[in-house]
């Protein structure tokens, strides 16, 4: 039996990181290829707009209140004790509960944009209020739609949400260029763009038989007090969220508000980048939560962390090496009329990358763990310290100095990663270290290779190198799977 869970979560592992990595492709080639024309479309100010408003949609992640990482714990509990009433209890709380935050989230946008405080907190032109009010509509929707889709990642294939995003993401390319070469305006693109990500949600609500559910009147008969305790139950969770938000997208707000939506634009493209290691290369920890509440003892939930943790160094580790050495050539190459590439900012996106992925590896084992208090005070910890060394950090050294001063709270999350490894029953550096230990000649091998073409001014040579590191990295996830 425990071969054949490990079997299925290796399995699982494996699509979830396919379709992630797909996804970010998909997401990164809608960066790569709309945003010269944005800008040339726009200017420098309307792309930041854009780029505050896509930020603003991963922030409204704040919405969220903790419910999601909860609904999906209890989903997956109420599954693995076969309990089909209280599976149904915890989808419809978790429903209405979010429902409920985002009509007061709705109501606030709506009374922000229209006193005026937006446009004077983020030196916003005329409009550019409401553009972020009805995104924070848009992203309710979008959130709740996913939020609904949960009952499927509780039972352990969190790949199929990941595919579907996928295809959203991949639909919006052609139809938000098309909007915006015809003209649109940035309003418009970001309503295709939430259409394109949105359906396919309801499309595989539908397949995957969860209407029945949905459209019983029985799964919303909650009482008001519910939203009060399932808000109050999940707020450890929804700290973790907060502290993600504010260390990420929340610093293209800070950036808007120090130097204006042009140089928040600039920074918004460097930071989905980073995303790359922080965000792609760490999916794999997003398995973890569910596996490691399924767990039965301490063997297995070492088994199951070290399988993610491995996903995840491997990934990381490559991405953080092609972003160090690669990364200021290959943006120079990209946008080279911008001039916003500045010296060393590769190895800072690297190191904000890899203390990004470690937080989300500890918060997400830590609430797979029933850990998720002393990880999120740790994460909350972090967020403060990323957020203040990050606005110093701007001020001294610009882009570069923001990255770098926004990992100086990773310290923070070794406290939690000591009691992840003590409910794995083993040390931190048996649970941690050693098993990075044993990728380093692969990333020595690809180190070299792009070492060395970093010193080529020939984008192929750079693509090469890339490649062949991504070969390297592929034949250390194989050998996971044997």
């Not at 089909?84 to 429902?99: M, P």
């Not at 950090?393 to 406290?415: D, E, K, T, V």
């Amino acid at each position: 039996m425990a071969s054949a869970n490990r079997s299925a979560y290796l399995k699982e592992l494996f699509w979830n990181q396919l379709w992630q990595s797909a996804n970010f492709a998909a997401k990164a080639g809608f960066l790569i290829l709309l945003t010269p024309l944005m800008l040339w479309k726009w200017g420098a100010a309307g792309f930041g707009l854009y780029a505050l408003a896509s930020s603003l949609l991963v922030s409204m992640a704040l919405l969220d209140g903790g419910v999601r990482a909860l609904t999906r714990l209890r989903l997956a509990e109420a599954h693995r004790n076969g309990d089909e009433s209280a599976f149904a209890r915890a989808y419809g709380e978790g429903l209405v509960t979010f429902a409920g935050v985002c009509a007061a989230a709705l109501a606030l946008a709506a009374g922000l944009a229209a006193s005026g405080w937006l446009n004077r907190w983020l030196n916003l032109a005329g409009g550019g209020e409401w553009v972020l009010a009805l995104t924070v509509a848009m992203t309710a929707v979008f959130m709740l739609t996913t939020l609904a889709l949960e009952p499927i990642a509780a039972k352990g294939n969190l790949s199929a949400l990941k595919a579907a995003n996928t295809w959203g993401a991949l639909l919006a390319i052609p139809c938000t260029a098309l909007a915006v070469v015809l003209g649109g305006s940035i309003l418009l693109a970001l309503v295709i763009y939430f259409l394109c990500i949105t359906v396919p949600n309801f499309v595989l609500a539908y397949r995957s038989g969860l209407v029945p559910l949905l459209v019983r009147r029985e799964t919303f008969r909650c009482h008001p007090f519910v939203i009060l305790r399932t808000l109050r139950e999940g707020f450890w969770y929804y700290l973790t969220t907060v502290s993600l938000v504010v260390k990420t997208h929340g610093l293209t707000f800070v950036v808007s508000a120090i130097a204006g939506p042009a140089e928040a634009g600039m920074f918004y493209i460097l930071l989905r980048l980073t995303e790359i290691v922080g965000n792609v290369g760490a999916t794999a920890s997003e398995t973890s939560l569910a596996a490691l509440a399924a767990a039965n003892d301490a063997g297995e939930r070492r088994g199951n962390f070290r399988q993610s943790w491995l996903y995840t160094g491997i990934l990381c580790l490559h991405g953080a090496l092609a972003m160090g050495l690669l990364g200021e050539p290959l943006l120079k190459f990209w946008l080279p009329d911008k001039g916003f590439v500045p010296p060393g900012v590769g190895w800072a996106m690297a190191v904000f990358g890899l203390a990004g992925a470690f937080s989300r590896v500890v918060v997400n084992a830590g609430m797979g763990l029933r850990l998720v208090r002393p990880a999120a005070i740790a994460n909350a910890l972090e967020a403060g310290a990323d957020l203040a060394g990050a606005v110093i950090g701007y001020h001294l050294a610009g882009l570069p100095g923001l990255f770098i001063g926004g990992s100086i709270g990773f310290f923070f999350l070794l406290f939690p990663a000591r009691k992840i490894a003590a409910a794995c029953a083993t040390g931190f550096i048996g649970l941690y270290l050693g098993p990075i230990g044993g990728l380093a000649p692969g990333l020595a091998a690809a180190g070299v290779t792009q070492w060395g073409a970093s010193f080529l001014s020939w984008p192929p040579a750079w693509f090469a190198a890339i490649g062949l590191s991504g070969g390297v990295a592929l034949w250390q996830l194989r050998r996971l799977h044997r």
